[in-house]
């Protein structure tokens, strides 16, 4: 139940083009939903995140979308660049049963734009 | 401010052995959490610190196991090793409060022989 189901493993999109990186979840004790980018070498970063209670929230190219009913939330890159190639995480964060924020990741999405 | 620090960066292990590694988190942040990355499982949370005390855990058996010194240094063991064990190990620190970013270090690469 505390699992974060990510699509697709991986991405080949070609530069200007937008890129979707999709995200299930099933427990409804999920209450923020933050996405990271990753690049080689490198931890994960913080890029865009969203609450619940908004379906969408853009930030210069990056958006989220968000679901509640279905569960679901994605990421859009519009316009990708070259410079977008990076491995992205979703993530869940819910409350641990101390009470304290717990962050559950999806499993990463490669992305590479080709120019 | 300077980032969140990991040490060492690579790391070469035999099974058996036992391994720590040392996180740095950013001047003032009192959290730090570890999380184990691999190819298969992505990342996992192992557990959080938060002013010497553990407050959070995740699903890591027994073997691993960490501690936070009063700078908010953190140190994370894993006690016979398996070959599975072979990850990356990121740790990441926030200021403690909640709906905080938590900041990665760029992590400890562990290799189990």
């Known amino acids: 139940q505390q699992q974060v189901k990510q699509s697709p493993q991986s991405l080949i999109v070609q530069k200007g083009g937008i890129s979707i990186i999709n995200c299930a979840y099933e427990n409804t004790a999920f209450d923020y939903f933050p996405w990271y980018q990753q690049f080689p070498g490198k931890g994960p970063a913080l890029l865009i995140a969203?609450?619940?209670?908004?379906s969408e929230k853009k930030e210069g190219r990056f958006t989220i979308s968000f679901n509640k009913s279905a569960k679901q939330f994605s990421l859009h890159i519009m316009d990708s660049q070259p410079g977008d190639s990076a491995t992205y995480f979703c993530a869940a964060s819910s409350r641990s049963s101390g009470g304290y924020q717990k962050v559950t990741f999806g499993t990463g999405t490669k992305l590479q734009v080709i120019p | 401010k300077a980032g969140v620090t990991q040490t060492p960066r690579y790391l070469i292990k035999t099974r058996g052995q036992q391994v720590t590694l040392s996180c740095s988190p950013i001047s003032g942040h009192r959290s730090v959490s570890w999380y184990q990355q691999t190819p298969g499982q992505g990342l996992q949370f192992l557990f959080e610190?938060?002013?010497?005390?553990?407050?959070n855990k995740g699903n890591f058996p027994g073997r691993f196991s960490g501690r936070q010194f009063s700078n908010s240094r953190s140190e994370m063991n894993v006690s016979t090793l398996e070959l599975g064990d072979s990850a990356l190990y990121l740790c990441?620190?926030?200021?403690?409060?909640?709906?905080?970013?938590?900041?990665f270090g760029p992590g400890t690469r562990l290799l189990v022989l």
């Open positions: 969203i609450r619940p209670d908004v």
């Open positions: 990441a620190s926030k200021l403690g409060g909640e709906w905080e970013t938590q900041y």
């Open positions: 610190y938060f002013s010497e005390t553990q407050r």
